[in-house]
């Protein structure tokens, strides 16, 4: 399966499908769309108001990461189901952590 994500010189860039007001904070796993582009979706509380639902989804990719929140920014995406977030730090380190959390 294709990851959601790629490997960057100072980071990792990630593709999430936010689902907001999802009852609970997490990632949930991968998600394949019909137009064959893989997605990690993640689920917030937050409402999709005034950028609530982008600061938790960044809140959750940092824990998850377990990386500081300053370093997952928006890329694109900000009014958009889609999302492309990217996260400053060791490519290598964060691909293997964010694999491991989702498991084989």
Excluded: H, Y
Excluded at 65 to 78: D, I, K, N, S
Excluded at 83 to 91: E, Y
Aim: aromatic share 2%; net charge positive.
């Amino acid at each position: 399966m294709t990851r959601p994500w790629r490997l960057l010189t100072d980071g990792l860039e990630v593709r999430v499908r936010a689902t907001p007001r999802g009852g609970r904070d997490a990632v949930e796993g991968i998600e394949t769309r019909a137009d064959g582009l893989p997605i990690l979706k993640v689920r917030v509380r937050a409402a999709p108001e005034d950028g609530a639902a982008n600061a938790a989804i960044r809140a959750v990719l940092a824990e998850a990461l377990g990386c500081p929140a300053r370093a997952v920014t928006l890329a694109a995406g900000a009014t958009a189901r889609v999302k492309l977030f990217r996260v400053a730090g060791d490519g290598q380190a964060l691909a293997a952590r964010i694999g491991a959390l989702l498991g084989p």
